[in-house]
């Protein structure tokens, strides 16, 4: 039911690509983030699964259609050729993507769609929507994962984001580090490891905090992590230990100086036998208060984030865009001559021609530059092509990716940041940006198609 998960321009674009009968033309359209948010040095590609099973899956139905032809912007287009030609619609493009997970930077394409142009033109919102949300999720997850350390972090946003949305910031935020997800639909879905022990609801209805406790580990007995916050955290802490003895797999602080009670819960703790007792912590938690309770040393095992992370809070949009850098008039992968196409819009400029991106590292391993360069441009050693293939004639070259692999990748981004890029501070750094190249051969190209647009304008 996805194939309305659209904005009506892209279906006023199709019908008239089809009644203009341009639907032998094969166009080539890219997706990018052409800036960073202000409070971002890197970003981290993710969404990509959910636009190929998408792709695979687009459909127009019958009762679609039928509402489609209703529309008054639609109706002179809804011909019954046209109603047919939806009908039978299927994708059959090529697709090269980043893999997800992959750490990128401004102007470089995350995505390379080559399709039948009405094909091209349709995806366009709904591989926006997908990646524009679950790369700014992942982006924001990593920033708090870094922040963490080795402390584990637990997503916890679901009551804060649509369900939809709570589930995709789910899975973007395990596959960039995050030990497990609250929310349980995602849990089943994805694989993911789904924590939470009980709120202060479940203290409140009980007569005493101890009956509380005493009920919860009677309940769960090998699995009691208990909330310790809801009246006085110290004496929450001493009765559960008390309570639990050794059952108590960890206690969670939601509130108040989370630093000065973790010290002293953790005190608590030891001294009644309950070292191996995990400190969760939450609380409107963000990288920066992880940070602040990490250089200030509050012995906390687990930090559960919530609003911030599945909200972005700090950069809640991201700007990719999807355009079209080339147009010929031949099936797509087949030989043939391809106009390359851009835009020379005051701040909206675009790169003409099919890309690829080639990653530089230098010699103990770290990021040093990327260079954008035409897809059939080599650039000798050192250099590693980012994007992928992916789909070929509308179908998958390969099984979709693990979120383990995912994780796996992603490890292995955020190690090779340069520290100053690593920090997650808001203000700008020296050495914070990252060099990113236009290579020589693109850069003669641009000019090209610049004197070609202003010919043609005159």
């Known amino acids: 039911m996805d194939a309305l998960h659209t904005d009506l321009y892209q279906l006023t674009m199709a019908a008239g690509y089809f009644h203009r009968g341009m639907t032998s033309r094969v166009a080539t359209c890219e997706l990018f983030v052409r800036r960073l948010p202000r409070h971002r040095r890197f970003l981290v590609a993710m969404g990509l699964d959910r636009v190929v099973r998408y792709l695979e899956g687009l459909r127009f139905t019958d009762e679609q259609i039928a509402y489609l032809s209703a529309i008054p912007a639609l109706a002179d287009a809804m011909t019954p050729a046209f109603c047919s030609y939806l009908r039978s619609f299927r994708f059959h493009g090529d697709v090269w993507a980043v893999p997800e997970g992959t750490v990128f930077f401004p102007n470089e394409p995350l995505l390379r769609v080559t399709a039948p142009l009405i094909e091209a033109q349709l995806i366009e919102t709904f591989a926006l929507s997908a990646i524009n ?89 090998s699995a009691a992590i208990l909330l310790i916050d809801t009246y006085d955290t110290l004496v929450g802490a001493a009765r559960a230990a008390a309570i639990a003895r050794d059952k108590l797999k960890g206690v969670r602080i939601d509130s108040g100086d989370l630093g000065a009670l973790s010290v002293a819960v953790r005190r608590i703790l030891d001294a009644a036998g309950c070292a191996s007792a995990k400190i969760v912590a939450s609380g409107d938690l963000n990288e920066h208060r992880i940070a602040e309770l990490r250089r200030a040393g509050a012995p906390i095992d687990l930090y559960g984030v919530g609003t911030d992370l599945v909200t972005s809070i700090d950069a809640p949009s991201l700007g990719g865009v999807y355009k079209l850098v080339e147009i010929g008039g031949v099936e797509p992968g087949a030989a043939g001559e391809r106009t390359p196409i851009a835009k020379f819009s005051e701040g909206k400029a675009t790169l003409p021609g099919a890309h690829q991106v080639h990653r530089f590292h230098d010699q103990a391993g770290k990021l040093a530059r990327d260079v954008i360069a035409l897809d059939s441009e080599p650039l000798g050693a050192g250099a590693e092509p980012l994007l992928a293939p992916v789909m070929k004639r509308g179908a998958r070259v390969a099984p979709p990716e693990g979120l383990d692999a995912i994780r796996s990748r992603v490890r292995e981004q955020l190690g090779a940041l340069p520290e100053a890029m690593r920090r997650i501070d808001d203000d700008p750094a020296p050495g914070a940006a990252f060099a990113v190249e236009v290579s020589p051969q693109l850069g003669a190209l641009v000019e090209t198609v610049r004197a070609r647009v202003v010919a043609g304008a005159k």
């Open 133 to 221: 949300h679950a790369t700014a999720i992942a982006s924001k997850a990593a920033r708090v994962v870094l922040a963490a350390g080795d402390a584990g972090v637990m997503e916890f946003g679901t009551r804060r984001a649509h369900p939809e949305a709570a589930l995709d910031a789910a899975r973007a935020a395990y596959a960039v580090g995050c030990v497990g997800t609250s929310n349980v639909e995602a849990g089943m879905r994805f694989g993911i490891p789904v924590l939470g022990t009980a709120a202060h609801m479940w203290t409140m209805a009980h007569p005493t905090e101890e009956a509380a406790f005493e009920s919860y580990v009677a309940v769960f007995p």
